[in-house]
């Protein structure tokens, strides 16, 4: 499974009061200095899914289970930090463990909160920390490449992946990240990126922290924010960092009312929580029984056999058959007998590959 999101940014952009807001506990402080948040925080967020409520509403479940992602909140970052400025490498090794980094950055002005480089500069802080980012990958390819030109000597392998390395260690020292070099479809980066795990090459969404005036107009920063995004291929996401946590602490119809006021059709968290998701390549599937309407976290791609397995192992091993009625057809027939009896409850064998929102029930044998 995907290792989740992990949040950076520079101190004092919004950063642990989005982290406070995802985990729905206030745990990250988020007071008005740098360096307060100090163990990497891990949350597990729910992703918010309308269609299992819809189950629910004809099953009539004791629970609802929903699919689950990662986010683990890093240290404000500051210029340095891959040298072991602020509390640089320890948070470094915790973003290596993350599939996709939420990189937010701040795109307000308020006095009251000092920003660690004096003023809004959005491209400037991006390229603080994705310089930090690609500083921290040199040194671990440094590292590799010592090893492979003891090893060359005599491993003819080892002399293709120096090749490569030293490629790449090029490409890093011109300050460019690993996400834009040439080689990274050729195996033996692949293999190289396996072990190393490039914080540069990693997955980005950018989440523009903004004030309550810009979340229907963007500001200039937002704009500036945009065209970067585009220009590297990634996504972004507008929020106000603060009432995300003012809205977290409401009923959900109070939450609804709020965010038609103003203006908004979903909140910037769930955007986050269901982009990073896609971004991981997950879908969920679901079971719908009278205990539990659940959704089950899998891959994209994922055979049914596989997909059994994050339910019990031994699904996997015993697999028989899947019996799969796709979502639509559980709501327009109104359960799984009315499936049945339209016809719409297909047997799958093990080379079926599970669709988002199928329902599902898997017959296995051990």
């Excluded at 879908?283 to 994922?302: H, L």
């Excluded at 058959?321 to 327009?332: M, P, Q």
Aim: charged share 30%; glycine share 8%.
């Amino acid at each position: 499974m995907g290792l989740g999101v992990g949040i950076v940014g520079l101190p004092n952009i919004g950063k642990s009061t989005t982290f406070n807001a995802l985990t729905k506990a206030q745990n990250a402080q988020s007071e008005n200095y740098p360096f307060c948040t100090i163990e990497p925080n891990k949350a597990v967020v729910p992703v918010p899914d309308e269609r299992l409520k819809e189950l629910a509403k004809i099953v009539n479940p004791e629970r609802l289970q929903y699919s689950t992602v990662d986010f683990v909140d890093i240290a404000g970052l500051v210029k340095g930090a891959s040298k072991g400025e602020g509390l640089g490498n320890q948070f470094l090794s915790n973003i290596r463990e993350v599939e996709v980094i939420l990189h937010m950055v701040r795109c307000f002005v308020d006095d009251n909160v000092v920003h660690v480089e004096g003023d809004i500069n959005p491209l400037r802080d991006i390229e603080i920390i994705e310089t930090e980012l690609i500083l921290a990958d040199v040194e671990q390819l440094d590292k590799k490449i010592e090893k492979l030109n003891k090893q060359s000597k005599a491993d003819k392998s080892a002399r293709a992946i120096l090749g490569i390395a030293l490629e790449l260690k090029e490409h890093l020292d011109e300050l460019k990240p690993v996400s834009n070099f040439v080689k990274k479809d050729n195996e033996i980066f692949v293999e190289l990126n396996k072990e190393l795990r490039f914080l540069s090459g990693k997955t980005i969404i950018y989440g523009a922290n903004v004030d309550e005036d810009s979340l229907l107009k963007e500001n200039e920063y937002v704009k500036i924010l945009k065209t970067h995004a585009k220009e590297v291929g990634a996504e972004i996401i507008t929020l106000c960092a603060k009432i995300e946590e003012e809205l977290v602490g409401l009923e959900e119809d109070e939450a609804q009312e709020f965010l038609i006021e103003l203006g908004v059709q979903e909140s910037g968290l769930n955007k986050i929580i269901h982009t990073a998701f896609a971004k991981l390549n997950l879908i969920s599937y679901f079971t719908a029984g009278v205990k539990e309407v659940r959704a089950w976290t899998i891959k994209k791609g994922w055979k049914a056999p596989k997909s059994a397995s994050v339910i019990h192992n031994d699904f996997e091993k015993g697999f028989i058959r899947a019996e799969v009625i796709g979502y639509e057809d559980f709501i327009t027939h109104k359960g799984e007998n009315g499936a049945k009896e339209a016809g719409r409850m297909r047997l799958e064998g093990k080379d079926y590959e599970v669709q988002d929102g199928d329902v599902m029930h898997f017959r296995f044998n051990v």
